[in-house]
């Protein structure tokens, strides 16, 4: 995969989903993902639709006689969803991918329609206010659902969510670090996600400490001062060194999320930390970026006994390129397909068919090194080719 | 009377370098950071410092041309990031690494040219023409990338062009690309007619125009010039960051701007250097190399650059005046 260009890529997704569809039919894309479903057993927050899939028939969700009363329930309606992510990347990208994937097989199954419109700042994290007017709009417009992820201030959010749901749209929120807030004052229906603590920052820092044998300096480059990720991920990564008293955070900057501020981050920290064993990049390509940095200094990078260790987070194909090519150590993957998937099941179920669903829904997470690497990003590819987009 | 203006003379000559409060407060930084960490004044600092600069370096530049005749750019960062996506997307068809460099650059100076014309031939204040190429080189990115990053570009001698890799030390390629587009700025503002006539639109454009200056040839070009340095810039990061992301050079307009007037560009024309871009971009280099070497939260980055823009923009007021009230004693002293 190293060598694909993932523009290309997509835009080849494109047309295999076409064709996929004109010449197969919506059910036939469908077997492929229900049996990845179910061998992963990660979707199906609220149970019982995806979880009997296995078995079923082509398109088939809980076999012939479920299928059949549900989409009686349905009755052909049309779901006007809208997506705002904080910004578009390659994440989120995979993330969107997956719910295409999972909208499809609903749309198979049962007949539920999808209207679907994505709407994200474009560039800037900042970009706040463009996200509140989105959602302000979405429920002018009278959406039935409507999914957030913004770095907007959490108090006028909540403003904007409960203004929402008066008007009848029920709001969800996704990949939000919502564990650093009370539960009581968050005013969405639910909150798709990982907490960001114990399944990311956490995993990161004992992931260091097992790999280093509880000793050594790191250095971390951190995401913007004040986010609620960076805040949430350095919780549990300090917990993490704090239970293994050999390990010491000799350095930190801050890389803003973006590669060309982690490569300078990490180059700048290791000019005077020429020492260090690990680095702790908290999202991805800022681990990327210090592993270019680790190499221009002309350091080792870590390779099973020696050398330096360096951890991202996110979960990206090109992440886990890296990995493949023996040179990122590992990332924790916080499930951008789960969550795509999860998500539209959560609206599904609770919009809908009006079940309840619970308000805190997590995601699997997990460290992806060279030995499992394989498996977590092919799941990821299968999800990058959904039945049909929306 | 030789003897009394002498070395006053000499020191309002000093104070007169535009970039003089800028080169004070680099010499204060060093001289702080190489007491309190003794990495920070080393070869290897100085190769990341450099290295690092070089963005900021041809952008403000460019910047500088377009600063000296009156203008602003505000599209830089964006035309960066597309121009780089455009050449990378080149390469990943199939195109040879020449092609996709030539590529960028061309991209980098057409959108330099559209700028121009909307400015010139359109008559769109600078400000509003080179917003709006902000806004549509960046929404262009977004939208052909699906917010996906461009991979699967990188040559193997890219990571010598981007510097990555370094076969001569810490004298990279983007350094060498640096110092060649210096020397050819400066050369171009010193040496050449349209140097002069830059100045001249700068200063007063009323006079340009009266005195037969080609007012939009010189305003096309000064956005040509900036539009190249932006997709030199963007050449160069892609390599560097291996990836085109669609954030690509967000926010580097910003630097650019910041970079030109510490080193003594006027907003309102007529006056800027080469030299004051190299000097702006190493105070803002140095500045956020400081703050992650010293470990310091990196809010401070923003109020040190806001804080050093200030006080170069401060110290060049107060030293306009000390020589003019030095030229009236001069003045007085001479009559007497």
Redesign the interface.
């Known amino acids: 995969m190293?060598?694909?260009?993932?523009?290309?890529e997509?835009k080849k997704n494109g047309v295999s989903r076409r064709s996929l569809l004109t010449s197969m039919g919506l059910g036939a894309g469908v077997i492929a993902t229900t049996g990845l479903l179910s061998a992963c057993s990660t979707v199906a927050p609220t149970g019982s639709a995806a979880a009997t899939g296995g078995a079923a028939a082509a398109g088939s969700i809980g076999g012939s006689v479920y299928d059949a009363e549900i989409k009686k329930l349905v009755a052909g309606r049309e779901l006007q969803v809208g997506w705002t992510p904080p910004?578009?990347?390659?994440f989120?990208?995979q993330m969107e991918n997956a719910a295409f994937g999972r909208m499809a097989e609903l749309e198979a199954a049962y007949g539920v329609k999808w209207k679907w419109e994505r709407s994200?700042p474009?560039?800037?994290f900042d970009a706040v206010e463009q996200q509140i007017s989105t959602v302000r709009g979405w429920t002018t417009r009278k959406f039935d659902a409507v999914l957030v992820c913004t770095g907007a201030n959490f108090a006028t959010m909540q403003d904007v969510y409960t203004e929402a749901a008066d008007s009848g749209t029920s709001v969800f929120q996704f990949n939000q670090p919502v564990e650093i807030y009370e539960p009581d004052q968050i005013s969405t229906v639910s909150n798709i996600g990982y907490d960001n603590r114990s399944q990311s920052g956490y995993l990161a820092g004992k992931f260091i400490a097992d790999t280093l044998g509880g000793k050594g300096k790191v250095i971390q480059i951190m995401g913007?001062?004040?986010s609620d990720w960076t805040k949430a991920r350095l919780i549990g990564f300090a917990k993490a060194m704090a239970e293994n008293p050999g390990m010491e955070v000799v350095?930190?900057?801050?890389g803003?999320y973006?590669?060309?501020k982690g490569?300078?981050?990490a180059?700048?920290?290791l000019?005077?930390f020429r020492d260090v064993n690990a680095i702790y990049g908290e999202n991805e390509?800022m681990a990327?970026?210090a592993l270019?940095a680790v190499?221009?200094?002309g350091l080792k990078l870590w390779d099973g006994t020696d050398g330096i260790v360096i951890i991202g987070a996110d979960g990206l194909i090109?992440g886990m390129?890296s990995i493949v090519a023996g040179k990122l150590t590992a990332t924790i993957d916080v499930g951008s397909v789960d969550q795509g998937r999860t998500f539209i099941d959560t609206i599904f179920h609770n919009v809908v068919l009006g079940e309840s669903v619970g308000k805190f829904i997590e995601v699997p997470t997990r460290v992806v090194t060279k030995t499992n690497v394989a498996a977590a990003q092919a799941y990821i590819n299968n999800a990058l080719k959904p039945a049909k987009t929306y | 009377m030789i003897a009394i203006t002498a070395p006053s003379q000499r020191f309002s000559r000093l104070l007169a370098n535009p970039s003089a409060g800028a080169i004070l407060l680099l010499v204060i930084l060093i001289v702080a950071m190489s007491v309190a960490?003794p990495?920070?004044f080393?070869g290897?600092?100085a190769g990341?410092v450099s290295?690092?600069m070089v963005f900021v370096l041809l952008l403000a530049l460019g910047m500088t041309v377009v600063l000296i005749t009156g203008g602003i750019d505000l599209s830089v960062g964006s035309v960066m990031g597309l121009s780089a996506g455009i050449g990378a997307?080149t390469i990943?068809s199939g195109a040879p690494l020449v092609v996709g460099l030539l590529t960028t650059m061309a991209v980098g100076a057409f959108l330099g040219l559209i700028n121009g014309i909307m400015i010139t031939k359109l008559g769109l204040p600078d400000f509003i023409a080179t917003l709006a190429m902000l806004g549509v080189a960046?929404?262009a990115l977004?939208l052909w990338?699906?917010?996906?990053?461009?991979?699967?570009?990188m040559l193997p001698e890219y990571y010598v062009i981007s510097?990555?890799?370094?076969p001569f030390g810490f004298i990279t390629v983007p350094i060498l690309i640096a110092i060649v587009a210096v020397v050819v700025v400066a050369v171009v503002l010193k040496f050449t007619s349209y140097g002069r006539h830059a100045y001249g639109l700068g200063s007063s454009p009323h006079a340009a125009v009266l005195s037969g200056v080609p007012v939009a040839r010189i305003k096309v070009i000064a956005y040509m010039i900036s539009g190249l340095m932006a997709g030199v810039a963007g050449m160069i990061?892609a390599g560097?960051?291996?990836?085109v992301?669609?954030?690509?050079g967000?926010?580097y307009e910003v630097a650019a701007i910041a970079a030109a007037i510490i080193g003594g560009a006027a907003l309102g024309g007529g006056r800027g250097s080469a030299f004051g871009a190299v000097i702006g971009a190493l105070v803002l280099s140095i500045t956020?190399?400081a703050?992650?070497?010293a470990?310091v939260?990196?809010?401070w980055?923003q109020v040190v650059t806001g804080g050093v823009l200030l006080l170069a923009v401060v110290f060049d007021r107060v030293s306009s005046l000390i020589r003019a009230r030095s030229a009236r004693l001069a003045t007085r002293l001479a009559h007497a």
Do not use: C, H, W
Not at chain 2, 240 to 243: C, K
């Open positions: 190293s060598d694909t260009k993932i523009i290309s997509v910004i578009l990347s390659e989120f990208n994200s474009t560039g800037n913007p001062s004040g350095g930190s900057a801050d803003g973006v590669r060309e490569l300078n981050a180059q700048d920290l000019t005077r390509d990327l970026g270019q190499e221009a200094a090109s390129d | 960490f990495n920070f080393t290897i600092n990341n290295n690092q997307y990943t960046r929404g977004f990338t699906g917010g996906v990053p461009i991979i699967g570009y510097g990555l890799s370094q990061m560097r960051n291996t990836t992301a669609p954030t690509m967000l926010g956020a190399n703050i992650n070497i470990g939260s990196s809010s980055q």
